[in-house]
T-cell receptor, first 114, second 115 residues
Framework: GQNIDQPTEMTATEGAIVQINCTYQ??????LFWYQQHAGEAPTFLSY????GLEEKGRFSSFLSRSKGYSYLLLKELQMKDSASYLC???????????????FGGGTRVLVKP | DAGVIQSPRHEVTEMGQEVTLRCKPI?????LFWYRQTMMRGLELLIY????????DSGMPEDRFSAKMPNASFSTLKIQPSEPRDSAVYFC?????????????FGPGTRLTVL
């Protein structure tokens, strides 16, 4: 099985930086995803890491350390519209043929204040 | 691209009734996933299909839940009989193959309320 932990809630100020941590335990790691979910809406894909290091995509960056079972999502120059839940998800190779199964963490609700 | 289509968007029913949720994946995607999301349990995978074949249904709560994918463009999730604890948002997602990371694209969800 898998165990994915991330903080429940974080608050930050507009224009600031926030880092959302995610730790995981899995038997067959095959990639880590970050999704954004606004209240009442569906999750949308933000980033993907499978190798160690930092992936940068505009204001958002995601980091992975496979040896530590650790990832973080960094949100820079926060805007009010960034208020949302951020879900960490781990893909496991699994024992079945199509290893595309994701297990999601509970999500971190980020509140951006003016 | 129309994205993943789900229907209905909202469903209110009484305990004991049968509920059928529908999903049309993005054309060309060969994997389809059904998730359930609640405040208490977060986003949970119920079942997923690859090329219309169920691959992993270990997340299906119990025999009251069943899912089918008769063809590449349609899937259903059925609950019979429904119970109040089934109240949740049910998401369908699809993903392609052959790309580096095969991210999942989520539909808008069906908000189910069982009274």
């Amino acid at each position: 099985g898998q165990n994915i932990d991330q903080p429940t809630e974080m608050t930050a100020t507009e224009g600031a930086i926030v880092q959302i941590n995610c730790t995981y335990q899995t038997s067959g790691f095959n990639g880590l995803f970050w999704y954004q979910q606004h209240a009442g809406e569906a999750p949308t894909f933000l980033s993907y890491n499978v190798l160690d290091g930092l992936e940068e995509k505009g204001r958002f960056s995601s980091f992975l350390s496979r040896s530590k079972g650790y990832s973080y999502l960094l949100l820079k120059e926060l805007q009010m519209k960034d208020s949302a839940s951020y879900l960490c998800a781990v893909r496991d190779r699994g024992i079945k043929a199509a290893g595309n199964k994701l297990t999601f963490g509970g999500g971190t609700r980020v509140l951006v204040k003016p | 691209d129309a994205g993943v289509i789900q229907s209905p968007r909202h469903e209110v029913t009484e305990m004991g009734q049968e509920v059928t949720l529908r999903c049309k994946p993005i054309s060309g995607h060969n994997s389809l996933f059904w998730y359930r999301q609640t405040m208490m349990r977060g986003l949970e995978l119920l079942i997923y299909f690859n090329n219309n074949v169920p691959i992993d249904d270990s997340g299906m709560p119990e025999d009251r839940f069943s899912a089918k994918m008769p063809n590449a463009s349609f899937s259903t999730l059925k609950i019979q009989p429904s119970e109040p604890r089934d109240s949740a948002v049910y998401f369908c997602a699809s993903s392609p193959s052959g790309r580096p990371y095969n991210e999942q694209f989520f539909g808008p969800g069906t908000r189910l309320t069982v009274l």
